[in-house]
C-alpha cells in the first residue's frame, strides 16, 4: 500500500509510536520502503534511517497473520492512504 505521510517519522517519539503500533502484530512481517531503502517496521533504529519527512511517500507491505489488519492500522494511523 502507497502511503503519503501526514506528519512523517523524521522524530524519535512518531517513530516510536509507529514501532509500538507495529509491534502489535507478533507474526507479521511488517516493512517499509521509500526507494531503495527498505526498513522493518518494528526496527527503531531502521525506520529512523530511511528519514521520512512529511509528505513523502512510503510502500506499506505485510505477511503473516493479520497482514491487512497491520498494514491499515499503521497506513491510518500515520497518513491518508492513496
Same mark, same amino acid.
Given at each position: 500500500?502507497?502511503?503519503?505521510?501526514?506528519?512523517?517519522?523524521?522524530?524519535?517519539?512518531?517513530? $516510536?509510536?509507529? =514501532?509500538?503500533?507495529?509491534?502489535?502484530? /507478533?507474526? +507479521? %512481517?511488517?516493512?517499509?520502503?521509500?526507494?531503495? *531503502? &527498505? !526498513?522493518?517496521?518494528?526496527? $527503531?533504529?531502521? =525506520?529512523?534511517?530511511?528519514?521520512?519527512? /512529511?509528505? +513523502? %511517500?512510503?510502500?506499506?507491505?505485510?505477511?503473516? *497473520? &493479520? !497482514?491487512?489488519?497491520?498494514?491499515?492500522?499503521?497506513?491510518?494511523?500515520?497518513?491518508?492512504?492513496?
Amino acid at each position: 500500500m502507497v502511503v503519503k505521510l501526514k506528519d512523517g517519522l523524521d522524530h524519535v517519539l512518531t517513530v $516510536l509510536q509507529f =514501532v509500538r503500533e507495529a509491534e502489535k502484530y /507478533p507474526h +507479521t %512481517e511488517i516493512t517499509i520502503q521509500k526507494g531503495n *531503502k &527498505k !526498513a522493518n517496521a518494528k526496527n $527503531l533504529l531502521e =525506520v529512523l534511517s530511511i528519514t521520512l519527512t /512529511p509528505g +513523502t %511517500e512510503m510502500i506499506l507491505t505485510a505477511e503473516g *497473520k &493479520k !497482514a491487512d489488519q497491520a498494514v491499515k492500522a499503521l497506513a491510518k494511523m500515520m497518513s491518508q492512504s492513496e
